[in-house]
């Protein structure tokens, strides 16, 4: 299986499963001299954490992250800062419970993976999904902390604007809101709308789909290449 591994000079390869013993990433081409600790990586994986509300998977998992490479303390200073050498991160999982997709081990459940697992490798983890799980995102939450002390003067933060066909009032959008309802959610009387809105939608067994708006802030000119790997042609704007 292959297509791990996301980057070029910022490089990032996960590993893991839903619900195997642990999760985790490898981060290549961070530069040395950079002040980074636990506590860093860990305030966007509580961000992130699952069981926070009604509206998120009820697996208690506390996403504790530990480095285990590309750190060391500065012998003049003391600070742990980062080498330059590749960075190693774990989070355990302690919330395994296999069993309880025992039950669909021989279904195929529609909007997931698990046929395409079953059609590319002849074999699929139904164990909550295996690699295709969103559990698996938690690595990401935790690179994507350390690519933020890279760029200290990029600031890229997301929204959730659209849930099924109701879009929220642009004119009421507030980043300090989005901390402050489970939808992460800038316009606070549509965050309120959605709670009713996909209570109903859970309660007809169905599911719905939603957008989300990702805005970065402060952007330096030059990244990207001129022929390949372009920012313009990397992003996808609506």
């Given at each position: 299986?292959?297509?791990?591994t996301?980057?070029?000079?910022?490089?990032?390869?996960?590993f893991?499963?839903?619900?195997g013993?642990?999760?985790?990433?490898?981060?290549?081409?961070c530069?040395?001299?950079i002040?980074l600790?636990v506590?860093?990586?860990?305030?966007?994986?509580?961000?992130?954490?699952?069981?926070?509300?009604?509206?998120?998977?009820?697996?208690?998992?506390?996403?504790v992250?530990?480095?285990?490479?590309?750190?060391?303390?500065?012998?003049?200073?003391?600070?742990?800062?980062t080498?330059?050498?590749?960075?190693?991160?774990?989070?355990?999982?302690?919330?395994?419970?296999?069993?309880?997709y025992s039950?669909?081990?021989?279904?195929?459940?529609?909007?997931?993976?698990?046929f395409t697992?079953?059609?590319?490798y002849?074999?699929?983890?139904?164990?909550?999904?295996?690699?295709?799980?969103?559990?698996?995102?938690?690595?990401?939450?935790?690179a994507?902390?350390?690519?933020r002390?890279?760029?200290?003067?990029?600031?890229?933060r997301?929204?959730?604007?659209?849930?099924?066909?109701h879009?929220?009032?642009?004119?009421k959008?507030?980043?300090?809101?989005?901390?402050?309802?489970?939808f992460?959610?800038?316009?606070?009387?549509?965050?309120?709308f959605?709670?009713?809105?996909?209570d109903?939608?859970?309660k007809?067994?169905s599911?719905?789909?939603?957008?989300?708006?990702?805005?970065?802030?402060?952007?330096?000119?030059?990244?990207?290449?001129?022929?390949?790997?372009?920012?313009?042609?990397?992003?996808r704007?609506?």
């Open positions: 299986m292959s297509h791990n996301f980057g070029h000079l910022f490089r990032v390869t996960t893991g499963e839903s619900h013993v642990a999760i985790g990433c490898v981060v290549d081409g530069p040395p001299l002040p600790t506590e860093d990586i860990q305030r966007d994986l509580d961000r992130r954490r699952p069981g926070q509300s009604r509206f998120t998977t009820q697996r208690q998992e506390l996403d992250v530990k480095i285990l490479s590309g750190v060391m303390a500065h012998p003049e200073t003391g600070v742990q800062v080498t330059g050498t590749p960075i190693g991160l774990l989070i355990e999982n302690t919330d395994q419970r296999s069993k309880d039950e669909i081990k021989d279904k195929f459940r529609p909007g997931h993976a698990d697992y079953e059609a590319k002849g074999l699929r983890d139904y164990r909550g999904g295996g690699r295709s799980s969103a559990r698996e995102t938690a690595t990401r939450v935790a994507g902390a350390i690519a002390k890279v760029l200290p003067e990029i600031k890229i997301g929204a959730l604007v659209q849930m099924g066909p879009k929220i009032d642009r004119d959008w507030d980043w300090d809101e989005i901390g402050c309802n489970p992460f959610c800038p316009d606070k009387d549509k965050a309120a959605f709670e009713d809105y996909l109903g939608v859970r007809k067994g599911s719905i789909g939603a957008v989300i708006e990702v805005v970065a802030e402060g952007v330096p000119p030059g990244l990207g290449a001129p022929i390949y790997a372009k920012l313009d042609s990397e992003l704007p609506r």
